[in-house]
């Protein structure tokens, strides 16, 4: 027996989309229908649950369903993501186009919805599972054009190719916190000169004994921290500092 489309609903309340949320979830020998009540709480479902398709409104709680897709395409460039909206604009067309959406659809009362999306779905998630490495080599490729978009352009301030740059690589390695820190070794100072995510590490000047980076500045290769108490750092200054279980660091030299 196949098993049914996973799907995950991302919807906005309105009347219309209770009713298509409802009309796929009595398809269940088809779907598997897994609803979310905002973007953020749509990207919890994406790393909890194994996911076919999206189908989402546009008009969201928190955001809109473009900037949801924006989050999902970044690490997921080749799901199957249907997005909803009562705004025929065709500039959000355009910009849902650029995005990577796989269906654009508008709500109106003369759109039967509900069959175009039973119809549509199970097409577009054979399609992607056509070549199942294209969606990690879709993500690599739009990891370094973020990546040329971030460092490219003259005009951009160091302080701000580092911002962005911090704030990318917690997305793409889904890390709470990303950090630059500049080391002066013969002086045992660590300062924390730019952060990104949450503030479990903040700006500031603190010893260099008391923290991770001591020891990723003694190697070449980068120091990864997966479980910091297994490993032997309970009862390390860094550990008991920061308390932080899981840490991945790399030294750059910088010239003066």
Excluded at 5 to 17: A, C, G, K, P, T
Excluded at 31 to 60: M, N, W
Excluded at 81 to 86: A, D, Y
Excluded at 99 to 120: C, F, K, M, P, W
């Amino acid at each position: 027996m196949t098993e049914p489309i996973r799907i995950l609903f991302v919807e906005n309340h309105s009347d219309v989309m209770q009713s298509i949320a409802t009309r796929l979830e009595q398809e269940a020998t088809r779907f598997r229908v897994t609803r979310a009540p905002s973007g953020s709480a749509g990207v919890d479902e994406l790393k909890e649950d194994s996911i076919d398709c999206v189908v989402s409104a546009y008009d969201l709680p928190e955001q809109t369903g473009l900037e949801f897709l924006n989050t999902v395409r970044a690490a997921r460039p080749a799901l199957p993501f249907i997005l909803c909206t009562t705004d025929g604009s065709e500039e959000i067309a355009s910009s849902a186009i650029s995005a990577g959406v796989s269906e654009y659809l508008q709500l109106t009362d003369s759109t039967d919805l509900h069959t175009q999306l039973i119809n549509r779905i199970p097409a577009l998630v054979s399609q992607s599972h056509v070549h199942p490495r294209d969606d990690q080599e879709a993500s690599h490729q739009q990891y370094r054009d973020q990546l040329i978009e971030i460092t490219a352009p003259p005009e951009k301030s160091p302080e701000e190719r580092i911002s962005q740059l911090l704030e990318l690589g917690c997305q793409r390695l889904d890390l709470a916190n990303g950090h630059v820190v500049k080391i002066e070794e013969s002086r045992e100072r660590h300062e924390v000169v730019a952060v990104a995510g949450a503030d479990i590490v903040q700006e500031g000047v603190t010893d260099l004994s008391n923290t991770y980076c001591r020891k990723t500045i003694q190697q070449d290769e980068m120091l990864e921290v997966y479980n910091a108490p297994a490993q032997g750092w309970e009862g390390d200054p860094a550990y008991e500092a920061f308390e932080l279980g899981c840490y991945l660091g790399a030294k750059l030299r910088v010239d003066e």
